[in-house]
């Protein structure tokens, strides 16, 4: 049975996230590319990508272990997706889980965090996009309220995939 730990990630974390970062893509959408454009997606997953992100005092990333193994984590930060809103929002930039603790509820347990996450930064809606045949994913985001909002072309080197961009309105805590 996991004993997941969750915790606020620090700059000292970026080879973790990294890692966490090329690893989960590459396992679960590495086969859709050409390796060129993939490569071009993955230095965003540099560490010294990472160091910056980290040190970016608008964005927080919620680290998810399990017996000291870097099992996950999600990202949250200001909204930068292309929707318009005169509300209030934050945006989930990414959530990646390994497959080995899929399933096992570590995706609602970060989910909880990120919704208390955006709640705490005033937020009263939350953003993200989804791959548009990542069904498991779409499904999971629906199960919490999300809708659809407008197709996404999230680029992964020189390929455009289509995303579908998700909104929560959230309720005052």
């Known amino acids: 049975m996991p004993d997941f730990r969750l915790r606020d990630a620090t700059p000292d974390d970026a080879p973790i996230l990294s890692d966490l ?10 086969h859709l ?17 990472w160091q910056a992100e980290l040190a970016d005092p608008n964005l927080t990333v919620r680290l998810a272990e399990d017996g000291g193994a870097a099992a996950g984590f999600v990202k949250v930060g200001p909204l930068k997706l292309p929707v318009d809103t005169d509300r209030t929002a934050a945006e989930l930039r990414q959530f990646y889980i390994l497959k080995p603790w899929q399933g096992a509820g570590l995706a609602q347990m970060l989910m909880e965090w990120v919704l208390g996450e955006a709640r705490a930064r005033g937020a009263q809606e939350l953003y993200l996009s ?33 995303d579908h961009i998700l909104r929560l309105t959230l309720e005052a805590a």
Not at 21 to 30: A, I, P, Q
Not at 33 to 49: K, Q, S, T, W
């Open 21 to 30: 970062g090329r690893r989960t893509f590459v396992e679960t959408f590495g």
């Open 33 to 49: 590319y050409r390796p060129e454009d993939l490569a071009a997606f993955l230095r965003g997953h540099d560490v010294d990508a």
């Open 130 to 162: 989804v791959f548009s045949e990542n069904h498991r994913a779409r499904r999971f985001y629906e199960r919490y309220g999300f809708v659809f909002v407008a197709p996404y072309a999230f680029m992964v080197g020189d390929q455009a995939d289509e």
